[in-house]
């Protein structure tokens, strides 16, 4: 049996920029975000478990995409980013001494090409986590169970037809 509420908050800074070389050709990207969280957990049935606890990440992004030759629209691209996910109220309650937030570190490159109204780009993706977020059936909570990985790649082509409408 249990009865607590907890309220969880979330407070974030975030600066990017982005620079332009070689007439536009190559453009750099870059960017910091910081994530902070606040649960403030009042167990109702067991007070000592009350507790106010903080917990934050920081979270780059950085990205880069080269066009060699202007005259062919054919563009390269690198990209990193990250992202965290907390865990729900019912999984703090349940596990107080867990871990609350994970990160997510999203790798892909890939290269995109525009012919009249047809676009087309094929990249590969890397995505490493610092635990996996697994829902738990039997109590409705979620856990972070480890870390993991997956990677992959995507092949778009997308035909304009006429004004807002296109084909992918």
Do not use: C
């Given at each position: 049996?249990?009865?607590?509420?907890?309220?969880?908050a979330?407070?974030?800074?975030?600066?990017?920029?982005?620079?332009?070389f070689?007439n536009?050709?190559?453009?750099?990207?870059?960017?910091?975000?910081?994530?902070?969280f606040?649960?403030?957990?009042?167990?109702?049935?067991?007070?000592?478990?009350?507790?106010?606890?903080?917990?934050?990440?920081?979270?780059?992004?950085?990205?880069?995409?080269?066009?060699?030759?202007?005259?062919?629209?054919?563009?390269?691209?690198?990209?990193?980013?990250?992202?965290?996910a907390?865990?729900?109220?019912?999984?703090?309650?349940?596990?107080?001494?867990?871990a609350?937030?994970?990160?997510t570190?999203?790798?892909?490159?890939?290269?995109?090409?525009?012919?009249?109204?047809a676009?087309?780009?094929?990249?590969?993706f890397?995505?490493?986590?610092?635990?996996?977020?697994?829902?738990?059936?039997?109590d409705g909570?979620?856990?972070?169970?480890?870390p993991?990985?997956?990677?992959?790649?995507?092949?778009?082509?997308?035909?304009?037809?006429?004004?807002?409408?296109?084909?992918?």
């Amino acid at each position: 049996v249990t009865l607590a509420h907890v309220r969880v908050a979330n407070g974030a800074g975030y600066l990017q920029d982005s620079l332009a070389f070689f007439n536009g050709r190559m453009m750099v990207e870059g960017g910091l975000r910081y994530d902070v969280f606040r649960y403030d957990i009042r167990d109702r049935i067991d007070p000592q478990s009350s507790a106010l606890q903080n917990a934050g990440r920081w979270q780059p992004k950085f990205g880069w995409s080269l066009t060699p030759v202007r005259r062919l629209p054919v563009t390269l691209h690198v990209n990193y980013g990250r992202g965290i996910a907390s865990l729900d109220a019912r999984s703090i309650t349940q596990a107080p001494e867990r871990a609350r937030l994970a990160t997510t570190d999203f790798y892909q490159t890939g290269i995109s090409a525009r012919a009249g109204r047809a676009a087309f780009s094929v990249s590969s993706f890397l995505i490493d986590r610092s635990n996996e977020m697994v829902y738990v059936a039997d109590d409705g909570s979620f856990e972070l169970l480890g870390p993991s990985r997956s990677y992959g790649g995507e092949a778009k082509v997308a035909v304009d037809i006429a004004g807002p409408l296109s084909f992918s």
